[in-house]
């Protein structure tokens, strides 16, 4: 009799737990319906509902957010390239996001690289370079402070009325030896940017709370919160850029179209300079769609899908063991491998975005905690960060990297081993355990960020 009994006791306690479980399940599912606002979310409650990994791919094709044929539309707004009759200029640096964002597809990264400026004040404080154009008589004019340079201008014609007389003088952006902070940013990539914008603000600061505990204070990224700019008044913590200086896709192709292209927009009315500026603004015009160009690039960029892992190398056993190698060395500390976004319903951007099915509730890869660090190599630009961002970058994710020869905020590390060695600061333990490794390894753990 004692061994059905306990047999019996044994399939109730079973039973009891599957119903406890699912129970929770049930909870956390109301929980989630609850908890619509990503300010109120639990962040130890996001993934435990088993998520799907996002989808990736090189392949040109919808994650799912839209269907194929929106998305390749939007694409095309993405790929293309403005005149000075839509709006382009006065000064930009090229003519399309794609001209910045292409390799190997449309969204990825480039070779492409920027030019930021400024200085400090005399109370220490960073402030944006002061930029100037010559006029004819070679008087320099000032025409903005601010600590993106642009390199390219369309200055077509004669504006006598601010005292230039072109073609003699032109509108090319200059900077002075005053400037003594100068700095070149690579292009990043924004394919699977979707996902990191589904990321819950908690999620975040959960990271740098963990990170700082388990490393005993000697690791702690950095959260900022930062202006969403379609919605008036919200901030939200930043995750894109490589200051973390914006947290929507919307913003930044609002701030993109204006500062790359010189194409303002109803996020950014006014032009930069007025310069030559002969298209009113602002000059991103509602289509027959109801939409503007800013919307398609945004609405473009959370439709990627996240960076594919090279699939010659994901199983190769020294990629393998590289892998464990990353982990063991302490490089997923920032270059976390895992993050799960929050569920689909969660209402972020300062409630201007809800998180679609296609974006929510999914495991990514992009190892990467979004958070800003002083690995030694910070370029004392400060943008939307304070004071203590300007030592700061941001960890990158490093998915999709193997198609970047130049790394680095800057692009002066030309190999991965390089780049390694270039983290100081609070990344130093974790560089000594990899110049520990032998030879051996150290190629191996590089083999992975091959593969990545
Ligand atoms: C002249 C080159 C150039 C052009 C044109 C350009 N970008 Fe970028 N983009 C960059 C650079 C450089 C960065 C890194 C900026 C930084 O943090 O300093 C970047 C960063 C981004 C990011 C942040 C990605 C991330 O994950 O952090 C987004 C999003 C983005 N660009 C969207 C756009 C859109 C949309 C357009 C078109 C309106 C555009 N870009 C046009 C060079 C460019
Ligand atoms: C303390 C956080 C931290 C740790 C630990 C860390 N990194 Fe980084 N990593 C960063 C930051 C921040 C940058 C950007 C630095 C810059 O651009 O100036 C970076 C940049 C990189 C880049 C360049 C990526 C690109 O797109 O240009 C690579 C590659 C990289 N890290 C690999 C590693 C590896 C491998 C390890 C372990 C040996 C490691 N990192 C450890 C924070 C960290």
């Known amino acids: 009799m004692k061994l059905p009994f306990l047999l019996a006791l044994a399939i109730l306690v079973a039973a009891l737990a599957v119903v406890a479980v699912s ?7 109301i929980a989630y319906a609850q908890s619509a606002d990503e300010n109120a979310l ?13 989808p990736t791919g090189f392949d040109n094709q919808t994650n799912g957010f839209t269907d194929q044929t929106t998305f390749l539309a939007d694409r095309a707004a993405f790929d293309q390239t403005e005149n000075i009759t839509d709006g382009l200029g006065p000064v930009y640096n090229a003519q399309s996001c794609r001209e910045c964002h292409q390799n190997p597809t449309s969204g990825a990264i480039s070779q492409v690289r920027e030019l930021r400026a400024g200085h400090l004040d005399g109370s220490g404080n960073f402030v944006g370079a002061t930029v100037t154009l010559h006029n004819s008589s070679g008087t320099p004019v000032v025409i903005a402070n601010r600590s993106l340079i642009n390199q390219r201008a369309i200055c077509p014609g004669v504006d006598l009325a601010q005292g230039f007389n072109f073609p003699n003088d032109f509108a090319q952006e200059r900077i002075s030896t005053a400037e003594t902070i100068v700095t070149p940013r690579t292009s990043l990539n924004v394919l699977g940017d979707g996902f990191l914008e589904a990321i819950a603000n908690g999620t975040i600061t959960n990271l740098a709370t963990t990170q700082c505990n388990q490393t005993g204070g000697a690791i702690c990224g950095l959260a900022i919160s930062v202006p969403v700019l379609e919605a008036p008044g ?18 930044f192709s609002s701030d993109a179209y204006l500062n790359e292209m010189g194409i ?26 109801g939409l503007q160009d800013i919307d398609h690039f945004s609405r473009f960029m959370r439709a990627t899908k996240a960076p ?3 699939a010659t190398l994901v199983n190769n056993p020294d990629v393998l063991t590289g892998q464990q190698l990353f982990h063991q060395v302490g490089c997923d500390i920032c270059h976390v491998s895992s993050l799960t976004t929050a569920p689909p319903g969660t209402v972020i951007n300062g409630g201007a975005f809800t998180v679609p099915a296609a974006l929510g509730n999914k495991t990514i890869h992009p190892f990467s905690d979004l958070l800003l660090h002083d690995v030694g190599t910070g370029d004392n630009i400060v943008q939307n960060g304070g004071p203590d961002s300007g030592h700061r970058m941001r960890t990158p994710p490093l998915w999709g990297v193997r198609m970047r020869n130049e790394l680095m905020h800057d692009g002066r590390s030309t190999t991965f081993f390089d780049s390694i060695l270039r983290h ?5 333990p974790v560089t000594n355990n990899f110049r520990s490794l032998s030879d051996a390894d150290k190629n191996r753990l590089i083999k992975f960020l091959l593969s990545l």
Do not use: H, Y
């Open 264 to 289: 303002t927009n109803r996020l950014n009315p006014n032009e930069v300079t007025t310069l030559c500026d002969i298209i009113a603004d602002p000059e991103d015009k509602t289509g027959t769609d």
């Open 234 to 251: 919200q901030t939200r913590i930043g995750r894109f850029g490589w200051k973390n200086q914006m947290s929507s896709l919307l913003s």
């Open 23 to 29: 129970n929770t399940i049930v909870q956390r599912q």
């Open 42 to 54: 639990d962040p130890n409650s996001v993934g435990i509902l088993a998520a799907a990994e996002a």
């Open 424 to 428: 100081g600061g609070a990344a130093t």
């Open 308 to 310: 594919p892992r090279d």
